[in-house]
């Protein structure tokens, strides 16, 4: 399965950048977009880099809000 990667706004960077991480140099989040639709257990790298699906396409003007992913 490929990914892509999309840069996030500095909006989110300076959200992310505060919150705790998953692990060594990422966190996984929930993905709010504008639409409704919420992206679970998607992967943030450095707080700036979201992972994406192959099948998932997304631009940073359709999120609406990232949160960390809780158990």
Request: hydrophobic residues 40%; proline residues 3%; charged residues 30%.
């Amino acid at each position: 399965m490929d990914t892509r990667t999309l840069k996030l706004p500095d909006s989110f960077i300076n959200i992310l950048i505060d919150l705790p991480e998953s692990g060594m140099g990422y966190q996984i989040v929930k993905v709010i977009l504008r639409s409704g639709v919420i992206l679970h257990r998607h992967k943030v790298l450095n707080s700036e880099i979201l992972m994406l699906e192959e099948n998932e396409n997304i631009h940073a003007k359709d999120i609406e809000r990232i949160e960390l992913e809780t158990n």
